[in-house]
């Protein structure tokens, strides 16, 4: 499923859930165009970088 109508909705709960300003959150969504296991539907993919300092 297309999930670009829910990035507002995903930086929020983010936001909110770790107490971070919005505009600290990025996410990005992309097609793999038919490539791979993914673009073939027969599995999924997910990838998260978080850079932390203090």
Known sequence: PKVSNKISDMIDNISNAINLDKSSIS?????TDGLGFIGKKTGIGALAIATISK
């Open 27 to 31: 996410i990005k969504s992309t097609t």
